[in-house]
């Protein structure tokens, strides 16, 4: 009696974990494009072991498990944080699953201000049919700091100056209009001495 009683206790336990769900899996990978990258950096590390690593830093402060699959109390807002989010990065992570590897995207907001943020658009694919949680997250200082050590600049990259061209072309205008000027004042004398010859 008692060993059919611990047959069926290991079996109910054996189905019990067969009907378990299964846990949540971070990514293998990510790449990162921006502004002042000259190409998509590598952003390498273990995604499950927390911070140490420039992945598991990015996992662990930006937000990617409450944003992929939704977490209670939910850390993420529908509402975009006020503020200077500053330059924005694209972080692409592979995360490998039951059907095989998924790919989910985040923007990055690194030097936002006060703190850094990150986005994920809710409803992404993956894993032939889940969907991601979504949402805006605020984080920490570590997030730039493990984007820092991926590749990513100190500071902000001066965005493209805007006055230079407009001024350049100012400049070349006043030029053209100074010089069309003088030629226009040098041909009226030349047409009154004209003038003032035949009249001679």
Same mark, same amino acid.
């Given at each position: 009696m008692r060993k059919l009683l611990v047959l069926a206790t290991v079996g109910t336990l054996a189905a019990l974990a067969a009907a378990a769900p299964a846990p949540a899996k971070g990514p293998t990978a990510a790449s990162m494009t921006g502004p002042g990258l000259d190409h998509a950096v590598p952003v390498k590390g273990m995604g499950e072991m927390g911070p140490g690593t420039p992945l598991g830093s990015l996992v662990q402060f930006g937000g990617f498990f409450p944003q992929v699959f939704g977490?209670?109390?939910? *850390? *993420?807002? +529908?509402? +975009?944080?006020?503020?200077?989010? %500053?330059?924005? $990065? +694209?972080?692409?992570? +592979?995360?490998?699953?039951?059907? %095989?590897?998924? *790919?989910?995207?985040?923007?990055? $907001?690194?030097?936002a201000k006060p703190s850094p943020v990150t986005h994920m658009r809710a409803g992404e694919s993956f894993w032939g049919g889940a969907r991601t949680h979504g949402g805006w997250f605020v984080s920490e200082a570590g997030l730039k700091a493990a984007l820092v050590r991926a590749g990513l600049p100190t500071s902000p990259p001066a965005a493209p100056s805007g006055g230079s061209f407009p001024w350049a072309w100012t400049g070349a205008g006043a030029f053209a209009a100074a010089l069309l000027l003088g030629l226009a004042v040098r041909r009226r004398g030349m047409r009154l001495r004209a003038l003032r010859n035949s009249t001679a």
């Open positions: 977490q209670s109390p939910d *850390t *993420t807002t +529908r509402a +975009r944080p006020t503020g200077d989010l %500053g330059p924005r $990065y +694209r972080v692409v992570y +592979r995360m490998p699953g039951p059907s %095989g590897t998924s *790919t989910v995207v985040q923007d990055v $907001y690194p030097y």
